[in-house]
């Protein structure tokens, strides 16, 4: 049987190993759907309203995943790490790829949806289509923007000094 000392240091020990995993499976997950997924789906599925049906899903899933991320993480940062320069610079950037989601799929995705049902038969009319695809590259750009956030947290997580851990 264990002392009550060493499952106390055992927890703190796997604690420190939280963050960490959280921010390599929020990134990881950004990258792998956006860039790698999202990316082959329209150059093997023959039929580019699948795909981007299909992408649309898993950006859907990517967007709840990034809101429960985010929050676990700045849950865990408040808790775990000491207060310092360091701490508050993983709340700037976990709450920049937060607002990156919500602004890029709650907020924008919404309206490039309603244009997409709008269309009659699939086909989107010149304006509906000028209007997609504006909402479409802000919507990209808020995800590279979020992308390369989540590099920058990752290596800022990893510069925080054993203490701060």
């Known amino acids: 049987m264990k002392c009550w ?11 420190s190993h939280v963050r960490p995993v959280i921010i390599a499976l929020w990134v990881g997950s950004l990258w792998t759907v956006g860039y ?25 899933v990517e967007a709840w995943f990034s809101v429960t991320a985010a929050l676990a993480l700045l849950v865990w940062v408040k808790f775990q790490v000491a207060e310092s320069y360091r701490r ?41 289509r000028l209007q997609f695809g504006l909402l479409h590259g802000a919507a990209s750009a808020l995800y590279l923007a979020q992308s390369i956030v989540g590099i920058v947290l990752l290596v800022k997580n990893q510069q925080l000094e054993p203490a701060q851990q």
């Open 88 to 128: 508050k610079h993983l709340y700037q950037l976990a709450g920049a790829m937060l607002a990156c989601t919500l602004v890029g799929y709650f907020g924008l995705q919404p309206f490039m949806a309603s244009l997409r049902e709008s269309a009659e038969g699939g086909v989107m009319s010149g304006d509906a």
């Open 5 to 15: 000392k060493c499952v106390t240091s055992d927890l703190r020990n796997l604690a």
């Open 36 to 60: 790698l997924v999202a990316p082959t789906l329209f150059a093997v599925l023959p039929d580019r309203v699948l795909a981007g049906t299909i992408a649309g899903k898993l950006f859907r």
